[in-house]
């Protein structure tokens, strides 16, 4: 008779109206993937006091996350953001998201996006968070932050980065890793000092200076590249990086006093305004002072006389204003003959 009763109440249409939910079934645990940015979890956080919403992205292997804030939050706009991060970190095989317009199986904008770019969108039960519990996770910490910044008066931007720099070097409990390390397979750097400790691969920087040797010697045979013989202490005239009209010279009438020199990063500093430039040797001209002034001045007074020359003194063709020139060698082809 109590178990008619029980099944009779069971049965009736009005109490199971009324009656309290059933409890869950039991948790299904997800298996980590084989590697980082294979599986992705998508959500949107918002709207924030502005308006505007943060777009949440968290890898399953790393738990490294991605926050873009967008004004708008179509179809278009979250393709655009997962083409940037593509760009940045590669190509997932699946996107976990709800089932909000964007991700539905109905938006033909972002289904042509998979098909062309070569993942697939795994869509959540819907009205069950707990499905896409990892953002969802994210989520509650990111708000807390951002509650705190709103009611401290702080930037809630700053904040945010502040607080996912902390979290991608932060040893993760599920892990025991940061998440920024199994992401890039190195500890990133934070503001809490620690040691640096990666495991370099000794032939990618072998690798690494011979293609740049290769790359040097190629670009200055084709720049013609040389040392430049502008030192401490040089007067030089610098190159005019921006030009009035036509008219302009190259070089600025202007001179300056070499004050340093490391390579090509030179210090110059005016003679006339006292300040001072950082320039590229490139840029400067060493000023000479010419062979004829130096002959018409003398030593003793700086006073300039004019050189007294003799009709029977042999001509000097540096004196004279006359270019030496070479003398060419005859081929020897021509030896058996004689020149006229």
Known sequence: MDADVENYVKGCRGCTLVAAPDP?????RSQLPSYPWHTLAVDFLGPLPDGQSLFVVIDYYSRFIEVCEMESTTANDVIRE???MFGRFGIPSFIRADNAPQFSAECTELKEFCESTGFKIVNTIPYWPQSNGEVERQNRSILKRLRIAQELGLDWRKELRDYIL????????STGKPPGELMFGRRIKSKVPSIMIFNEDGAVRERDAVVKQKGKEYGDGKRKAKSSKIKEGDTVLAKRMR???KLDTNFSNEEYIVQSKVGSDTIIKSTSSGKEYRRNSAHLKKVLVSVEH????DPQD??????QVRDDDPIDPSSAGVHMKRIRKAPSKYDDYIAH
């Not at 902390?166 to 409990?173: I, Q």
């Open 24 to 28: 869950p079934e039991t948790m299904s």
């Open 82 to 84: 997962l083409a940037i």
């Open 166 to 173: 902390t979290y991608h070097s932060t040893k993760h409990p």
């Open 243 to 245: 030009k009035s009209n």
């Open 294 to 297: 130096k002959d018409l001045e």
């Open 302 to 307: 700086g006073s300039v006389s004019e050189p």
